[in-house]
T-cell receptor, first 114, second 111 residues
Framework: DAGVTQSPTHLIKTRGQQVTLRCSPK?????VSWYQQALGQGPQFIFQ???????QRGNFPDRFSGHQFPNYSSELNVNALLLGDSALYLC?????????????FGEGSRLTVL | GDSVTQMEGPVTLSEEAFLTINCTYT??????LFWYVQYPGEGLQLLLK?????DKGSNKGFEATYRKETTSFHLEKGSVQVSDSAVYFC??????????FGAGTILRVKS
């Protein structure tokens, strides 16, 4: 049973560029959340997708956008990259309505902005 | 807003020592509380959880009790092993599945 998979694992961009990160949820999960983890910090919630719509959003600017596809996979897009966007981006999947708080995380995509 | 504060690390212990990692929270309601662990080279994974006051979560020898009166959820283990070396995150959920994490505590266990 494949867990949450993310791609790419590492990438380097320059300021002002755009990036797209991808996530496939754990089998049987249809809700995907994205988190940003800066070095030495805990993950910060970006947004959550369910039924191809953004359901919840954290305190991130509109430069951060996402998408969920009919097969439940998801993309995170970040436009006009800033140095401060350098972080580990984590995707997590879950089953909605459980209310258990048990999220299954991928290993993340490490973004470096130069 | 809702927040989680956990003790700063790194925490360095010898094998078989007793572990405590402190965690306190601030929330407008009655959250569910979690400990997640991040082993080197792996994704975050749920270690244990508690959904209401006085509940005790436990897994792999780790325990934590939801204390509403002190708004705390301290993680404990009686005898740590080298394989417990990891980063531990305390977290809460109030609504939906939006987790609010603490900054994490690095645990290093020496043989």
């Amino acid at each position: 049973d494949a867990g949450v998979t993310q791609s790419p694992t590492h990438l380097i961009k320059t300021r002002g560029q755009q990036v797209t990160l991808r996530c496939s949820p754990k089998s049987g999960h249809d809700t995907v959340s994205w988190y940003q983890q800066a070095l030495g910090q805990g993950p910060q919630f970006i947004f959550q997708y369910y039924e191809e719509e953004e359901r919840q959003r954290g305190n991130f600017p509109d430069r951060f956008s996402g998408h969920q596809f009919p097969n439940y996979s998801s993309e995170l897009n970040v436009n006009a990259l800033l140095l401060g966007d350098s972080a580990l981006y984590l995707c997590a999947s879950s089953i909605p309505g459980q209310g258990t708080g048990e999220l299954f995380f991928g290993e993340g995509s490490r973004l470096t902005v130069l | 807003g809702d927040s989680v504060t956990q003790m700063e690390g790194p925490v360095t212990l010898s094998e078989e020592a007793f572990l405590t990692i402190n965690c306190t929270y601030t929330a407008t309601g009655y959250p569910s509380l979690f400990w997640y662990v991040q082993y080197p080279g792996e994704g975050l994974q749920l270690l244990l959880k508690a959904t209401k006051a006085d509940d005790k979560g436990s897994n792999k020898g780790f325990e934590a009790t939801y204390r509403k009166e002190t708004t705390s959820f301290h993680l404990e283990k009686g005898s740590v092993q080298v394989s417990d070396s990891a980063v531990y995150f305390c977290a809460l959920i109030l609504y939906g599945n939006k987790l609010v994490f603490g900054a994490g505590t690095i645990l290093r266990v020496k043989s």
